[in-house]
């Protein structure tokens, strides 16, 4: 990989790290996929490179479906590590944590979160961890983020679960969620208008199963 200069680590899950990084003087963030002690090492790697190759695909589709996604600036599949542009904006769980009010801004800023997924899922995508850490308001528009355990060809089941996710983390951060999670289930039907109903009955079912299982 040529050009990023590594700084501190921002965050870090079970399967990746970020790190702060410049790649030709702009900032930007290293995402690195976690090697796995357990694995035996041909398959790790195996599954690392298949799993980056597909969220900066996911990144890029998402993108010409119209949603704004970080920009991919390079790729190393041996240290299984992709380079993308550092978007400045709020994560919507930080502005909900400052104001979890559904006021006006809040309703227009859900809409706006249901109207991205809404196009991804008319894309034939499925986010997977749709959190609002990991959706930014850079103050004119929606960036989602994240994509690694999206899929390409999912069943109604994901996407059902993407909006359950969004249900349950609103539930988490905020005490008018019903109001929030209503905006962003009409700015959902305006995003994927002829797939809505179904999905958001499958949310329902999934409510429902996880409540009483």
């Known amino acids: 990989m040529t050009g990023p200069e590594s700084s501190p680590l921002l965050g870090e899950g079970a399967e990746a790290q970020v790190i702060e990084t410049r790649y030709l003087g702009i900032p930007a963030l290293r995402k690195h996929r976690i090697v796995k002690a357990y694995r035996p ?7 690392r490179t298949e799993r ?20 991919v ?24 944590e400052a104001d979890a009010s559904d006021g006006p801004e809040n309703r227009d800023l859900l809409r706006r979160w249901g109207e991205a997924v809404g196009r991804l899922h008319r894309g034939n995508i499925s986010h997977g961890d749709l959190t609002g850490s990991n959706v930014l308001w850079t103050g004119q528009e929606i960036v989602l983020l994240d994509l690694s355990m999206g899929s390409h060809t999912p069943e109604l089941e994901e996407f059902g679960i993407d909006l359950h996710l969004v249900e349950e983390d609103l539930n988490t951060l905020s005490p008018d969620a019903g109001t929030l999670y209503a905006a962003f289930l009409e700015g959902y039907a305006t ?5 809505a109903a179904a999905i958001r009955e499958r949310a329902l079912e999934i409510k429902g199963r996880v409540r009483y299982s």
């Open 41 to 47: 090492p041909a398959l790790d790697q195996r599954l």
């Open 52 to 71: 980056l190759r597909m969220e900066v695909r996911l990144l890029r589709e998402a993108r010409g479906l119209g949603i704004r996604t970080p920009f």
């Open 73 to 96: 600036l390079d790729i190393d599949l041996a240290e299984g590590s992709f380079v993308m542009e550092r978007v400045p904006g709020r994560s919507v769980t930080e502005i909900l």
């Open 191 to 195: 995003g994927n208008p002829l797939g």
